[in-house]
């Protein structure tokens, strides 16, 4: 049984650099990351490794304030700066309840998941039904590619590059739809040379919920969107993906 939440993107309180906080965004959709385990008070395990465990704009604390408000038991996995062992990153991850993976660099989080063991046992916790979950790159990770800004955290470079995911989705994720607008155009021409998957662009304050082989999407703001976009026989297709209570069949959604 596997239970997936991807997010767009979507603010949880983190300080703004002008002082003060960026508002709490997402919490409807948080509500239903804990709702799937099934408990009133369950664990919840933070991944910060696309930030290298630093935490330099707040995320990680804002994350861990913003569920253990919610009801969560927090925990925070640091692969970066804890020298842990494969049983000790097993324990954490294969005991909790969920998961969610913060944003950064998605190319170097998957390496270190990947010389780590990590992915396998992220393979293990969706197997198990634990809710695995995130926002941008902590979206990313559950689909096959991603649409990805991983060079700019090496090389300030703008161009955007395709990653390989865990493959839990058989699709190419892109997040920050909406608000990184040049990813738009990019998408376009990145799923031109994606031929066989199907493209999952959403928006902030948005999110795939993906239980076993069916979906929804969900928003914790009434105008947020997702949208299914790919290339069949030199046509290219953008098409909203309608949000709706009730679940649908995910294999007729990955279908062109």
């Known amino acids: 049984?596997?239970?997936?939440?991807?997010?767009?993107?979507?603010?949880?309180?983190?300080?703004?650099?002008?002082?003060?906080?960026?508002?709490?965004?997402?919490?409807?959709?948080?509500?239903?990351?804990?709702?799937?385990?099934?408990?009133?008070?369950?664990?919840?395990?933070?991944?910060?490794?696309?930030?290298?465990?630093?935490?330099?704009?707040?995320?990680?604390?804002?994350a861990k304030k913003h569920f253990s408000k919610l009801g969560c038991k927090v925990d925070v996995l640091y692969l970066i700066k804890n020298k842990l062992s494969k049983k000790q990153i097993e324990d954490k991850i294969l005991s909790t309840d969920a998961i969610y993976v913060g944003g950064g660099n998605t190319l170097k989080m998957m390496t270190i998941w990947r010389k780590l063991g990590v992915d396998k046992i992220l393979k293990r916790a969706y197997r198990k039904g634990i809710v695995l979950s995130g926002r941008s790159a902590g979206s990313i990770c559950w689909f096959k590619y991603g649409n990805s800004d991983s060079r700019k955290f090496t090389s300030e470079s703008n161009q955007l590059i395709k990653v390989t995911g865990l493959g839990l989705i058989n699709a190419l994720h892109c997040p920050h739809y909406d608000v990184e607008v040049y990813r738009q155009k990019d998408l376009k021409r990145m799923m031109k040379i994606t031929s066989k998957v199907v493209a999952i662009a959403i928006e902030s304050c948005c999110a795939i919920e993906i239980i076993d082989n069916n979906y929804r999407i969900l928003k914790s703001k009434p105008n947020a969107k997702a949208y299914k976009i790919y290339w069949k026989k030199g046509k290219y297709y953008k098409e909203e993906i309608l949000s709706k209570k009730e679940f649908n069949n995910l294999d007729t959604l990955l279908k062109k």
């Open 1 to 62: 049984m596997g239970k997936i939440i991807a997010l767009g993107a979507g603010e949880m309180g983190r300080p703004h650099e002008n002082g003060g906080f960026y508002p709490i965004e997402t919490t409807s959709i948080d509500i239903e990351i804990i709702a799937q385990t099934g408990k009133k008070n369950p664990k919840l395990l933070y991944i910060p490794t696309a930030e290298s465990d630093l935490d330099l704009k707040g995320k990680c604390k804002a």
